[in-house]
Antibody, heavy 119, light 108 residues
Framework: EVQLVESGGGLVQPGGSLRLSCAAS????????MHWVRQAPGKGLVWVSR????????NYADSVKGRFTVSRDNAKNTLYLQMNSLRAEDTAVYYC????????????WGQGTPVTVSS | EIVLTQSPGTLSLSPGERATLSCRAS???????LAWYQQKPGQSPRLLIY???TRATGIPDRFSGSGSGTDFTLTIGRLEPEDFAVYYC?????????FGQGTKVEIK
């Protein structure tokens, strides 16, 4: 069974940093692209970042470019999102998601980890 | 960057009725790389449809997707009580793989 479990969320002051983790199990982690998607309270889904299977290629939404860094450790089956220079507008639930076996749609999602940026 | 516009914002229907949700793209979506997701309150999104028209594993056949180019539709044949939720489209044919703003299907 595919499982994605996010952790690392919490309360952080504006300008602070946080690192989210997504522990993957039930599949060959090193074979799949992974994504981060966020959802502000009461709002819709917003794509944040993605990384290819070996970590050599990454993409970011304009709103987080230069502040967030996605990475992965295929030996540890873990995806990361390093978030620096956090702003109030980064407050959201952050989901990690895995693509499908035959396409880049988001087939599996974690339960999400909440991030609150506030003083 | 492709912008997805979903309509209507809210759809008020009764159980048993048919729901038709629209997703319009600002540019043609490459190879119909368009997905639909369902999200219920307090839950993670769930994949319903990918490739514009292929149902994901375990999705009931009352859910169907259609369209190509810039116009896509999600149809729910007969609404069941568990179908009242928010639905999002997403294009994944080009970067960034953006989502639409969502359509809420609520009980009338």
């Amino acid at each position: 069974e595919v499982q994605l479990v996010e952790s690392g969320g919490g309360l952080v002051q504006p300008g602070g940093s946080l690192r989210l983790s997504c522990a993957a199990s039930g599949f060959t982690f090193s074979s799949y692209w992974m994504h981060w998607v966020r959802q502000a309270p009461g709002k819709g889904l917003v794509w944040v970042s993605r990384i290819n299977s070996d970590g050599s290629s990454t993409n970011y939404a304009d709103s987080v470019k230069g502040r967030f860094t996605v990475s992965r450790d295929n030996a540890k089956n873990t995806l990361y999102l390093q978030m620096n220079s956090l702003r109030a507008e980064d407050t959201a639930v952050y989901y990690c998601a895995r693509v499908g076996s035959y396409g880049l749609h988001l087939k599996y999602w974690g339960q999400g980890t909440p991030v609150t940026v506030s003083s | 960057e492709i912008v997805l516009t979903q309509s209507p914002g809210t759809l008020s229907l009764s159980p048993g009725e048919r729901a038709t949700l629209s997703c319009r793209a600002s540019q043609s979506v490459s190879r119909s790389y368009l997905a639909w997701y369902q999200q219920k309150p307090g839950q993670s999104p769930r994949l319903l449809i990918y490739g514009a028209s292929t149902r994901a594993t375990g999705i009931p056949d009352r859910f169907s997707g259609s369209g190509s180019g810039t116009d896509f539709t999600l149809t729910i044949g007969r609404l069941e009580p568990e179908d009242f939720a928010v639905y999002y489209c997403q294009q994944y044919g080009s970067s960034p793989p953006q989502f639409g703003q969502g359509t809420k299907v609520e009980i009338k």
